[in-house]
């Protein structure tokens, strides 16, 4: 299918998607070890020098944002709260025109301290990460006793003024699968939007099995036994997440079904790695590396020419089904949310 080359320089594919939604990873580095993320030692973390620097970040975010159409910000990681610079960067790309929406994907750890400056330097909302409200189950998923910590970050998050506050919860069969409903409640109570994720295989260890995967159906359907879950009426876009009214609403829920319902089609997505690397795909294989033009001196146009580029070739899906499939070699935590 070829597709008219477009003139407004924005981030377009050769199937047409256009990536608005910028994720930039700012840390591969974390201070909780989920099972299905990384093991209990923690991973071989990117040297310093490797890293891009506070201004090297703002300043791609910036060229995505002025030349490249990118109108959606958001800082993940690794656990982006670790980042010391990180109040400084949101603050930087507030600033910039037009002013990106800017959300963050945290495991809530140190939340409930830095929401207040964070909201100040202008972020707008917040994914917290929350697979169990159990203290026992949440020390052996994450293998640390801080789930404390987490809902501090959730109820600081919320008196802050961010808004949305979302839990991103992933359920695995026979670990947390039995608390959907527990963590719905949880999220209606406290007026929280849950998303609930399809475990995809993008975990250090390359164990994902997709027989563990709870699947969408079998989240709904869990859901259902305490719910009444109706069509969302709001228009979906190319949010990741499917959405459900609760009991009518106005509460909802989000399914984010990447395997079993997976979203290509309208993704809008583009990503930014903590070493300065571009991903078109949260699945790519490949990358092109922005940071080695930056800093041997290219220019704004050269680097939004190289961002076009690099987006031109994105793969029509993440080809989870497809008997080729390659896991990536960069884990999540080093590609972020
Ligand atoms: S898997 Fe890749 S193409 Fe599909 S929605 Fe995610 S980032 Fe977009």
Redesign the pocket.
Known sequence: MSVAPRTDGVLVDRFG?VARDLRVSLTDKCNLRCTYCMPAEGLPWLAGPELLTDAEIVRLVRVAVERLGVTEVRFTGGEPLIRPGLVGIVAAVAALEPRPRISLTTNGIGLDRLAPALRTAGLDRVNVSLDTLDPDRFAQLTRRARLDAVLAGLAGAAAAGLNPVKINSVLMRGVNEDEAPALLRFAVDHDYQLRIIEQ?PLDAQHGWDRSTMVTAEEILASLRTRFVLSPDPAERGAA?AETWLVDGGPARVGVIA?VTR???G????T?LTADGQV??????TEESDLRAALRAGADDDDLARRWRTAMWG?????G?DDPTFLQPTRPMSAIGG
């Open positions: 998607r995809m990741p990447s997976p979203f290509c309208d993704c809008d997505r990503r991903r078109a795909c949260l699945f790519a994105k793969r029509a899906g993440h989870i």
